[in-house]
């Protein structure tokens, strides 16, 4: 039974994965920040699927906080196969010069810094036994950059080196490293990024048909159910309308 532990599981695309893979017969350690949402999420998995599930509570902002999380992991889901980095967001859409300091800490810590405590945690474990795979959710924004996005794509051109230097660190291990980039998903993102503001995130995807978070939980399904002589190193997907960040049907 594989062992698969996700970041930022409370919802958006981290409860979509966490839900999806549910249905493998796997155990699952799941974190979040919200107990509500991430008890819920644990909830639904236990009443409808026979996979075993670990709510860990905390922020991969905080180190400590990491640290703790990771050495309260009992014996039992401590083989950990699969770690999927998912906890991300952004903040605001403030063009450089009026740029928000706070925000600007929240994506990096939270984007490029948990994903990097999460990874120096728990890829020791990978490398002892010679097998695992760690899966990064990035964005389209990895590769290009959109008037607003200054520092959310800095961040997630971040993840896409890191998930580049990764794989190069990590191949004498066999162990597999793949950047997902999605583009446009109607999820909790826009709601994030607008500080809650629904009918401004609802403009965000006004006028076409956006990606859900089942998508990208059906592509990182797949990517986890090949052969173990096959690794995908990226992919990038969007909805159909969307060319890049910018450049949108209609």
Sequence with gaps: ??????????GGFGEAIA????????KLILTGRNETQLHAVCRFITSNTSSKVLPLLFDVQDLEACKKAVESIPEEF???DVLI????????LNTIDKGDYEDWERMINTNIKGLLYMTRLLSPIMVEKKSGHIINIGSISSR???????????????VLALSQ?????????NIKVTHVSPGAAETNFSVVRF?????RADKVYEGFTPLIA???ANVVEYVLSLPEHVCINEINLTCTAQFNGVIFRG
């Design 144 to 158: 290009e950059v959109y008037t607003g996005g200054n520092v959310y794509c800095a961040t997630k051109h971040a």
């Design 165 to 173: 230097g990764m794989r190069m660190d990590l191949l004498p291990h």
């Design 78 to 80: 401590k083989d950990i």
């Design 195 to 199: 500080h809650g503001d629904q009918t």
């Design 85 to 92: 980095n998912n906890a991300g967001l952004a903040v605001e």
């Design 19 to 26: 839900k999806t893979l549910a249905k493998k017969n796997v």
């Design 214 to 216: 089942e998508d990208v």
């Design 1 to 10: 039974m594989q062992t698969i532990l996700i970041t930022g599981a409370s």
